[in-house]
């Protein structure tokens, strides 16, 4: 059974950095074949993509954030990381990570088949 | 970027009655190469992530009930609950994977019982 569990700090001030933690079970994020992904949901609201990495860490970014984001992949540990900087309370949501079906045959499916139960993430003074 | 428009926002369904989400993309997601529609829905419950409930438009997720079904094709999709039960009530959203450089959800789809 695939399991992931975000981590990180509840509480972010304004124009600092936010950073979590998405430590994967149940599966080998070096064997590849997925793409695992950050996703966000603001309070209320819908989903927004945030981006995906490969294990051999290839990125795909969201245009929106992209100035602001970096992820990273650690094969050893089983963890993929996010980094978002100058964060505003804009950026209050709560963080998934995710898995997506990676390639299927000889296309990719990126739909998200296991997901982290999600953390928030409050950005205040 | 693929926008992604879900009716209605909400809809109130009796037990046993059926359910009809409808997701229309602003550009075709069938993908002519292969005859697939890049096109997924998921089911979130309040406190929950979000569950994979369809893919390819209408291929049913392992152990999801199959009174729930997807289908269309190019630019417009339908979820259909048939036989609305009391663990059906939940947010809905269609989600396109034909852009994967930037992936995109619909608005969500409230679904509540009468």
């Known amino acids: 059974q695939v399991q992931l569990q975000e981590s990180g700090p509840g509480l972010v001030k304004p124009s600092q950095t936010l950073s979590l933690t998405c430590t994967v079970s149940g599966a080998a994020i070096g064997s590849g074949g997925h793409y695992w992904n950050w996703i966000r949901q603001h309070p209320g609201k819908g989903l927004e993509w945030i981006g995906y990495i490969y294990s051999s860490g290839n990125t795909y970014y969201n245009p929106s954030l992209k100035s602001r984001l970096t992820m990273s992949v650690d094969t050893s540990n089983n963890h993929f990381s996010l980094t978002l900087t100058s964060v505003t309370p804009a950026d209050t949501a709560v963080y998934f990570c995710?898995?997506?079906?990676?390639?299927?045959?000889?296309?990719?499916?990126?739909?998200?088949?296991?997901w982290g139960r999600g953390t928030l993430v409050t950005v205040s003074s | 970027d693929i926008v992604m428009t879900q009716s209605p926002d909400s809809l109130a369904v009796s037990l046993g009655e059926r359910a009809i989400i409808n997701c229309k993309s602003s550009q075709s997601l069938l993908y002519s190469s292969n005859n697939k529609n890049y096109l997924a829905w998921y089911q979130q419950k309040p406190g929950q992530p979000p569950n994979l409930l369809i893919y390819?438009?209408?291929t049913r997720q392992s152990g999801v009930p199959d009174r729930i079904s997807g289908s269309g094709s190019g630019t417009n999709f339908t979820l259909t609950i048939t036989s609305l039960q009391a663990e059906d009530a939940a947010i809905y959203y269609c989600?396109?994977?034909?852009?994967?450089?930037?992936?995109?959800f619909g608005g969500g789809t409230k679904v509540e019982i009468k």
């Open positions: 390819w438009a209408s």
């Open positions: 989600q396109q994977y034909y852009t994967a450089s930037l992936l995109t």
């Open positions: 995710a898995r997506d079906g990676g390639y299927c045959g000889s296309t990719s499916c990126h739909y998200f088949d296991y």
